[in-house]
């Protein structure tokens, strides 16, 4: 099942679900129609956040101030906004890193 992808006023957004503490940062699947990610930092002082968003902005080919975080800063769970670009291009950037 893919991610689910909106286009809004405020961009294209996404859920995400992000593991922390792993070896790299990496992509490890879907879950429940949110991108999973494992990142290499542990959650203190927003740096998890930070490598998160680093490595979308970095799969998406976007600059990294394009990428943020909307709602669950504190929390596994996150909705991610991307600007700049169309839903169409997320979607298929996202299907590239999900297989």
């Known amino acids: 099942m893919p991610v689910e992808i909106r286009f809004g006023p405020q961009g294209a957004t996404f859920a995400v679900k992000v ?6 940062t ?6 429940n129609r949110s991108l999973k990610i494992k990142v290499a930092e542990k ?3 927003g740096a998890a956040n930070r490598e998160c968003l680093r490595y ?4 998406l080919g976007v600059p990294r101030a394009s990428v943020r975080i909307i709602k669950g800063e504190f929390s596994r769970q996150k909705v991610i906004c991307v ?4 839903a169409e291009d997320v979607r298929k950037k996202l299907l590239a890193l999900e297989t």
């Open 19 to 24: 593991i922390t503490g792993a070896a790299r």
């Open 26 to 31: 990496a992509v490890a699947g879907v879950w």
């Open 43 to 45: 959650p203190e002082a």
């Open 56 to 59: 979308l902005a970095h799969c």
């Open 83 to 86: 600007q700049g670009v169309s």
